[in-house]
T-cell receptor, first 110, second 112 residues
């Protein structure tokens, strides 16, 4: 069966520090992968998506970047976090009926 | 440009009654629609979907209605239960598109 793993579950980072969130998928090959963010009181905003290794599409200009070094691995990064980067980050992969989401990472930038 | 809109940020319903969540879209190319349910600090989970060739899809207590001419869909939950309290997201996609477009979400609260 297909599963998606996302870690860490929570993270508190100081302003200006780097960020690396990792997402891995099991049980499928060549999935479409996505990073979403849910800011406080707001909906799900698509940040990046990838249709294959090394292929990244950015949806909104921001302080973040994404990489896909392996078929089932998707990484969200930042060199220097801003306060506005706080939020709930979700990884997802595209299943037959829609998306399957990971459990999310609550990022608080202080 | 918000292509999928959920204009009600919150909804409060009494237990046992019907909950109706609404969603509007602007892109006429959308042909597949989904509803997701999200609890705090968890990822959204798939609830129910509908293709544009249908106008209704039912799964237990959940029914989704699609009105293509009005570019409107709704999710009906009946009877509503306390465990239904969550944020509900409407989403849409077009054939060949690589991504889902989500609405802003509606927080549903079921009162005992």
């Amino acid at each position: 069966s297909q599963t998606i793993h996302q870690w860490p579950a929570t993270l508190v980072q100081p302003v200006g520090s780097p960020l690396s969130l990792e997402c891995t998928v099991e049980g499928t090959s060549n999935p479409n992968l996505y990073w979403y963010r849910q800011a406080a009181g707001r909906g799900l905003q698509l940040l990046f998506y990838s249709v294959g290794i090394g292929q990244i599409s950015s949806e909104v200009p921001q302080n973040l970047s994404a990489s896909r070094p392996q078929d089932r691995q998707f990484i969200l990064s930042s060199k220097k976090l801003l306060l506005s980067d706080s939020g709930f980050y979700l990884c997802a992969w595209s299943a037959a009926y829609g998306y399957t989401f990971g459990s999310g990472t609550r990022l608080t930038v202080v | 440009d918000q292509q999928v809109k959920q204009n009600s940020p919150s909804l409060s319903v009494q237990e046992g009654r019907i909950s109706i969540l609404n969603c509007d879209y602007t892109n006429s190319m959308f042909d597949y629609f989904l509803w997701y349910k999200k609890y705090p600090a968890e990822g959204p989970t798939f609830l129910i979907s509908i293709s544009s060739i249908k106008d209704k899809n039912e799964d237990g207590r959940f029914t989704v209605f699609l009105n293509k001419s009005a570019k409107h869909l709704s999710l009906h939950i009946v009877p509503s239960q306390p465990g239904d309290s969550a944020v509900y997201f409407c989403a849409a996609s077009a054939t060949g598109a690589q991504k889902l477009v989500f609405g802003q979400g509606t927080r549903l609260t079921i009162n005992p």
